[in-house]
């Protein structure tokens, strides 16, 4: 045994033995931080610690043998160095082997190419027009005609159009239209420019195929303003009858033209360029720009729906519950001028969610869907409309196919992250934020909920990492504290720090912006009965849907729901109704409740 020992210090491997194991663990531990710096998935830190444990015996056996040769006069003498530059090539070997998966992992910030298979025939892109007038603050107005032919030509029920969000990702990227056609997976994609000067205006479109890149269709119109309503039909009669003669029938016709005139149809495109940038305040800008449409031209069905969209995302997702009385009026004038329309139709649907109306809002939902089952629009309707009545299948497969019509879209790629951990399916769950996130890397509603599932997959070092990343959120906004921070110390068993969060966002609480029955849930994780049932009376009394699916919850204990002030609330007639309505609208959507 001393033999062997002295060997060992001889030959200079416990000098090699040391050196490795710093530089692997300075290594590792920087793959670890920066796992957690841009939330890498777990298996780049495993594939660290496992390359640093297979390089240890490669280190040692290279130093053996490296020595056995120098004392066989194989190689010169050399000087102390060996054993560390030894060390190096070792730890060398453990920087390959740790970047190798991250060479492959995507980079943020990259083209997003989802494999989503062949192409339906008919199917379409829109991608946005160039803006040629040379003045950056026109580019509303080429981006807004891009856009309402993509509205345009989603009437058509034939048609799988990519929505808005997807086609205009690739705005100011030089992108080949092939490349663009297999990431959207679309079979045609749709380019054109605008040259607007005064009331006059120049439309150049062409239709391109998105799998051999040669041009299918093109044509120029120079048209006054006044004529841009009928030019839009024309262009998209033209691509349907480009696409196949039996789609040519089926593309609805616009509104006359005379509805509006070309200074509020500017207007009108200025309010779409601000709700596109999908944020309260240009949310806000774009009703206040909606609304002066609906003045100027109150026979324009399009800008009543529009200013009653506007409002009814300020009130479901930044909860200025009361703009729900206007949001409905816009809406129902828009159906009294359009029985057609859409977006009015999603309005109303969501308004009567918020009533807990629910057979008027599966009524809604039934129109649209008889108009165009094929819509992004009423395929994300009716996976709220499924989410809000239980029906988590059907939810999942509307967003599912909404997905593939908006597959760089942040919010399809979330939901169904969502969906994957509300099922217990947490690796699915984390693949699917982790799209989300190529796509909008700085999000924190995807970065909480990436650290939730974490949580969830007893990831706690990694979910530890990504908590200290959002630490401004968390300090910022008590009720973002409800996600991942209590996950988190209710995993660890820290009850007092849980039990404080709860309390932070009870006293940080304002009933027009909801979320009491995310605050009983924390409560009732706590075993905190009493005020867990508390604020659940307070969600009853706000109507907040998310009541409705507390007994769902996989985290709901049997205590909760044995509880005879639980079973009241849930005998109240309201509730009652909901239970009801479920089965009828298991029935719509084609399966059992």
């Known amino acids: 045994m001393e033999n062997l020992l002295e060997t060992i210090r001889r030959r200079g491997l416990d000098r090699v ?9 300075a290594i590792i531990q920087a793959t670890a931080l920066a796992a957690g710096a841009f939330a890498w998935p777990n298996w780049i830190s495993q594939a660290a610690i496992v390359a640093g444990l297979v390089g240890f015996p490669v280190a040692l056996a290279s130093a053996w043998v490296f020595a ?10 050399t000087s102390r160095g060996d054993a560390t530059i030894l060390a190096g090539i070792g730890a060398i070997c453990v920087v390959i082997a740790a970047a190798l998966p991250l060479g492959l992992w995507p980079k943020t910030g990259s083209n997003v190419q989802p494999n989503l298979g062949t192409p339906p025939a008919a199917s379409i892109a829109v991608l946005p027009f160039a803006n040629l007038s040379g003045d950056p603050k026109k580019l509303y107005f080429s981006d807004g005609i891009a856009d309402q032919l993509i509205n345009t ?83 998209a009669r033209e691509i349907a009858a480009a696409l196949g003669n039996h789609l040519l029938v089926r593309v609805a016709k616009t509104q006359d033209a005379r509805t509006i005139n070309p200074q509020s149809y500017r207007l009108f495109l200025q309010g779409r360029f601000f709700v596109a940038r999908d944020a309260e305040a240009d949310y806000r800008r774009a009703a206040d720009i909606f609304k002066q449409v609906t003045v100027r031209a109150p026979g324009y069905a399009n800008g009543f729906a529009e200013y009653g969209s506007a409002l009814i995302a300020l009130a479901s997702d930044y909860g200025d519950n009361a703009v729900f009385p206007q949001a409905e009026a816009a809406a129902r004038q828009a159906l009294s001028l359009d029985s057609r329309n859409l977006l009015a139709l999603r309005t109303l649907m969501l308004v009567s969610i918020a009533k807990w109306d629910w057979l008027a809002a599966a009524d809604r939902f039934r129109s649209a869907r008889a108009i165009n089952p094929n819509s992004y629009g009423v395929l994300h309707s009716q996976s709220v409309l499924a989410a809000t009545m239980n029906l988590p299948q059907q939810d999942f497969e509307a967003e599912k196919r909404a997905a593939e019509l908006d597959p760089l879209s942040f919010v399809a790629q979330y939901n169904l992250g969502v969906w994957y951990f509300q099922q217990g399916r947490y690796d699915e769950a984390v693949a699917a934020q982790q799209k989300a996130l190529l796509l909008q890397p700085a999000n924190p509603a995807g970065r909480d909920a990436l650290c ?21 959120l968390y300090a910022s906004e008590p009720g973002w504290r409800m996600g991942c921070p209590l996950d988190i110390a209710l995993a660890e068993g820290r009850s007092t720090d849980a039990r404080k969060i709860a309390d932070q966002a009870a006293a940080a609480y304002r009933a027009s912006e909801g979320g009491a029955t995310e605050i009983g849930s ?20 706000a109507r907040e849907r998310s ?44 399966t059992r409740a």
Do not use: C
Not at 19 to 25: C, D, K, L, R, S
Not at 561 to 587: C, F, S
């Open 452 to 472: 939730s599932n974490e949580v969830a997959r007893h990831n706690l070092r990694v979910a530890h990492r990504m908590l200290a990343n959002l630490a401004t």
């Open 522 to 541: 924390a409560y009732r994780r706590l075993g905190a009965l009493d005020r867990a049932i508390e604020w659940y009376e307070r969600a009853y009394a």
């Open 17 to 25: 033995g040391i050196g490795y194991a710093v530089a692997a663990w």
């Open 547 to 590: 009541l409705l699916l507390v007994p769902s919850d996989r985290q709901a204990e049997p205590t909760l729901l044995a509880d005879l002030r639980w079973k009241a609330l849930w005998a109240r007639p309201p509730i009652h109704d909901w239970e009801v309505a479920r089965g009828e609208v298991a029935k719509l959507l084609g």
């Open 153 to 235: 030509l989603s009437q058509n029920s034939a048609l799988h159009v990519a929505a808005r969000t997807s086609s205009f990702a690739s705005e100011n990227k030089k992108q080949d239209v092939k490349a663009i056609a297999r990431s959207l997976n679309v079979r045609s994609v749709v380019e054109g420019s605008v040259l607007g000067d005064r009331d006059r205006i120049r439309i150049a479109v062409q239709l391109v195929d998105g799998q051999t890149g040669f041009q299918v269709w093109s044509r120029s119109y120079d048209r006054d303003l006044s004529d841009i309503l009928v030019v839009q039909d024309s262009i």
């Open 68 to 77: 056995v040769h120098k004392e066989q006069g194989h190689v010169r003498p």
